[in-house]
Every structure is written in C-alpha cells, then in structure tokens.
C-alpha cells in the first residue's frame, strides 16, 4: 500500500493537553502553560540530547524559528532516554551547549511525552493557535512540510483574527565566559602542544602543554561555514580531529582533518597558516542508503568528486596506516573512509540500519559512533554512544574493513555502571577511545563521567577514574614523563585535564539499567501495523520506480514475532505475535520518498526529492485486554 493523503485538514480536531514537566529553560524562570501560548503557532519538539536525529531537528527548525520569529514558538520538551539526562543540570548544560534558543520543558517523568502519544526521538506536534493539534511527525526531514503549513496557518488564523503576532517567550540565559566552551575531541601535536575542537566556540584551539596557555585560535568563533585564513575561517560544533604523517601531509598541503559536524563536511587545516579548507561534503545532509549498503560485499565508493557528496555529521576521524582517514559517520550510523591522496570517499562498514549487529562489516549495524581509534594492529576501536557500547572493526590485507565484534553492549536500550566479565558490563553513551600501551582499551564513558578499560586478554572491564563531567575524548599522554598518563577531555567542565592510570583499577557496580519507557498492551496472535504518512503540500510520493514506502520490521527477542518480520513495501504489515512470550520490543523502521509535485500530476524534471525515515522501538507487553493494532504517524497532519 502507498497512502497518499492529503495534507488538508480536517473538521476534526484535538486540543492540546497541557505541558507538565519537572521546570522550564530559557524563560528567565517563568512557567509556560498552554494558555500562555494561546495566539501563537506552536512547534512541540519532543527530544533528548544523546539523539544524534534530535540534533538535527534542532538545527532545521532554527531558520523556521527565525523566519516566523512573530507567529511561532517552538517548545522543546526534553524526555530523556539515558538515566544521566534526567539529571537537571546535564540537561541545563545540554540546552546551553547546542544554543537552543526557544523554551525547554524539563520532562523527566515522560508525562507530556505520553499525553501527546510520543513514541520516537525525536516526535514534533504542531498545534494552531487555539490550541489544536494539527500536525504530528516523526523523525527528520520534515523542515520543508512544516514552512508550507506555518504558511497556512499564518493565512487561516491571521483571517480568523486568533494569530497574536509579537515576541514569544523565549529568554537568553547569560553568556558563559572561558577558553573554552563544551570542547569535543583532542589530538597532540609534534611540538608538544594539543590541538581541542572548541565545540561550543566553534573553533579550534591550540593549548600548551600546561592545558591552561592557549597558543592560538584557528576560527572567527562564529558558527557558520567559511574556508579562509584562521581569523576568518568558520566551523559549526566541529567534533573529531586527525593529524596526517608528516609525508602525507608535504602530499596533500595539509597537516589536519577536522569532522566539521553541523556542516556535515571533513575540514582541512594548515598548521603553519592555520588556512582551513573543504575536502569533503557539499553541506547538505546525506540521507541513509541502507539498501545499497546492505547488498554489497565491497566498499561502497561514493566518489572521488568529495565536495559534491553529502555526509551526516562527522563526529570522529582517525588516520588508519591504510592510508584513510576512518570516519564516525554519526547521522547515518556507519563508518566511512576518506583518502586524502584522491579524496575518494566510500563507505567503510555499517548498513546504515541503528543498532547493534556484528558479522561482516557491510552487513553491520552501528548506532550514533562517536569515538575512533586505532590499535597497533590496525584494528579500529569504535564508541558506539547509542548502544552503549564498545565495538571493533578488524581490517585485512587490502586495507578493507572485515568483521565487526561487540566488546561491550548488548543493544539500543541497555545501558549502566557495572565492571566485570565484559558480557555482563555495562556503559552509558560512550564518546571516546584509545588504545593503551598494554593493549587494553580505555573509554570515555561520557553519561557516567567515568574513564573504564577493557581488558581484551581477559575480556573484563574495569574503572580507571569517575566524577568526571561529561568526558567525551580520552587519549594516551606521552608528553609526560614517567608513569602512563592519560589525557581527558571534560567537556561540560569546559577543560581538559590529565588522569595518572592507576595500579589498580577499580570495580564498580550500580547496575545495569534499560531505557524506561510505557510499554503497550498487545494481544497475541494477528496485530496489525499502519504507518500513516501524508506528503506535505506542494510534494507527491515518488512512486515513478514503484512503491516509494517501505517498512521493516524484527523484535527482540527474536521469538516474539512468529510471522510478519523482514523488509517489504508499502506501510501496513500484519504480524503474528508469539502468546508464549509476555514481553518484548518491537523495532519498526518506516521510509517514505516524496518530491515535489502536485498529487494527481507528474514530478518536475529535477524536482527536489526527500526521503522520510523514522525507526521506533516499541515495548509491548502481551495482554489479552491489548490492543490488536498500532498504528504510528511519521508524518500525518489533521
């Protein structure tokens, strides 16, 4: 089946329920309610910080948000995934770090997230402004769709005289001052100083050895895009940061790589003029290709015209003695490869699918990586954020990515503080890692402010330091003298600082947890699924090489769904669910291809296409008072 309904709404409507929640950010200490509201177009964003897909909806409403800055206000209601989101102040720190610029309603307990029936990071609702809902969409991508209907109901509501134009709620917190703002990632350099992507300043900055002298600035420290001279170049929330061998680096005419990663583009850097230049990324965010991904038994090469190809937001890069430049291509959830000699660009493991799946690397799944790194062997060491886990990629001969193998974490929703037999061990959205002279691994485990080793002899895990900050970088200090000494960067206290690696390691244990969210009532046996998708105005479905809707469907455990599971067209599916299984999670990824267009009428010649993906996991408890059907919106408009 291929729905394409109209986005015209209907006479039915739904009030709004109210927004409860813990506390409001950025109202200068006011407590919204919807009645607040009443007059303005109102954009509830449903987010949690870890989402790497949150993250993008934030920086695509931020034109909308400016565009109609007199009619709309967007809500962003933070409801959390990770234990450590809950805690006010992350979330505080969070709301500053990516410079929201609209009210955050704090909603630890997920209350307003169940009012308005969120399944999904992230989920926005648009309600008009009497307070009726009118839109409910799923996932990224929807920029476009929700300017057309801003635009219809600026003009409905400004002719029914219930539009309040003026400024909303929105309140700027102080400006914090500091070197550096939420650093990101941390490289040494040959003259013994450290090069810090400065996140939050949008810049890079070369620090002494000392950790405190900064030596230089590389950026105008405005977010934005701009090749050019140190002073004048810009970044947008940079992450990760390689440098070349000395010789490769004579080759290309740079010495640095940078995951520029707003600007989904890899970053050059001169260290002798500090002159930034693009070597990869044409600025537009790539869509998954997991399709394509999931059929090849080689590296995918995208091409070697690398400005012209799109990314999504490069988190890490690491230079691999293959002579690639390794990627954590975070917005796609794979891994991909860039050589500098040809500025060739291929896809280097992952099917572009979330989640946690080992065996041959094109057949994989990653979910968010954020943190590389490269052992003595070439294997590449991954920080797996969204699954909580610790993967490595081993390489053969030809320089190919082979197998990938989970280390530590068991999956999407599972997560903790707990050291031991590594099968039993559990992390909290880590961000960094590096390989130790010993041969284990150390991790940033950022949600649990820790530093944790895997022992890969002993397949255990233990704790190297906790109390820290969100630590998002670790790397092996060779600057000092004597014992090992491992460098941290403490990114929401805005420092690095350097960690002596004890002789003996600690052993924690505070549990393993999983994501907590309402679980549904199902009935065994048939269970109808429909995802209902409504092409914004102005598009049609792109159904020119047959049916552009797509669902995929598994569950875990694997014998909670007996029939119904795989890939297949079009957005209805019907299940059987196993009645000897009482709980479980339902994974569902729906896709849906539209381009501009009228329904009815043919797509344009070079018309803009987009592509509409949400994934959900979806708890179920099987009940025999349960619903028989679930039915899920990754657009659909009243």
Known sequence: MSPETSSVRTSYKVRGSELVGRNWLNTGGQQLDLEALRGKIVI??????????????????????????????????????????????????????????????????????QAYAARAWPTLVVLDPEGYIVAHLSGEGHASGLESLVDELVAEHEAK????????????????????????????????????????????????????????????????????????AEFNELQGLTVLPQKLAQQVGYDVVVADTVNHRLRSVKLDTGEVGTLAGNGVQRLLDAETARKAEQPIELGTDATNISLSSPWDVVYHPNGKVIIAMAGTHQIFAFDPRTSAVSVFAGTGLEGLADGPA??????????????????????????????????????????????????????????????????????????????????????????????????????????????????????????????????????????????????????????????????????????????????????????????????????????????????????????EVSEGVLHITARAAACDGEPGGDIPDHAACHLYQQDWGIPVLLDTEGEDELALDLRGVN
């Open 44 to 113: 509830l964003d449903f987010w949690t910080f870890c989402c790497i897909n949150c993250l993008h909806v934030l920086d695509e409403l931020r034109p909308l948000e400016e565009k109609y800055r007199d009619v709309l206000v967007t809500v962003g209601v933070h409801s959390p995934k990770f234990e450590h989101e809950a805690d006010p102040e992350a979330l505080a720190a969070a709301v500053e770090r990516y410079q929201i610029e609209h009210p955050v309603l704090d909603d630890p307990e997920l209350e307003t997230w």
């Open 161 to 232: 005289g219930t539009l309040h134009r003026g400024d909303g709620p929105y309140v700027a917190p102080e400006a914090r001052e500091g070197d550096l703002r939420f650093p990101g990632k941390v490289v040494p350099l040959a003259n013994g100083n450290f090069l810090v992507g400065d996140s939050g300043h949008h810049r890079l900055v070369e620090l002494a050895n000392d950790l405190g002298t900064v030596v230089r600035t590389i950026g105008s420290g405005e977010r934005g895009y701009a090749d050019g001279d140190a002073a004048t």
């Open 362 to 579: 094109l057949e994989s799944w990653f979910a968010q990586s954020s943190g590389l790194s490269i052992d003595d062997k070439g294997t590449v060491w991954v920080a797996d954020s969204e699954t909580s886990a610790l993967r490595s990629i081993t390489v053969g001969e030809d320089g190919n990515a082979d197998t990938v193998s989970t280390a530590i974490g068991t999956g999407l929703f599972d997560f903790g503080f707990r050291d031991g037999d590594a099968e039993q061990a559990r992390l909290q959205h880590p961000l960094g890692v590096a390989n130790l002279p010993d041969g284990s691994v150390a991790v940033a485990d950022s949600y649990n402010g820790a530093v944790r080793r895997f022992d890969p002899v002993t397949k255990t895990v233990s704790t190297l330091a906790k109390g820290l900050k969100e630590p998002a970088d670790v790397l092996l200090d060779t600057s000092v003298d004597g014992d090992p000494v491992l460098l941290v960067v403490e990114t929401n206290a805005h420092q690095l600082v350097r960690i002596p690696v004890p002789a003996e390691a600690l052993n924690v244990d505070e549990g393993a947890s999983q994501t907590q969210r309402p679980r549904t009532k199902v009935r065994a046996g048939e269970h109808r699924i429909t995802v209902r998708f409504s092409a914004p105005t102005g598009q049609k479905l792109d159904d020119r090489w047959g049916d552009p809707t797509q669902l995929k469907i598994s569950s875990s455990p694997e014998e909670l769904l007996l029939e119904g599971g795989g890939t297949s067209v079009g957005l209805l599916r019907t299940l059987q669910l196993n009645p």
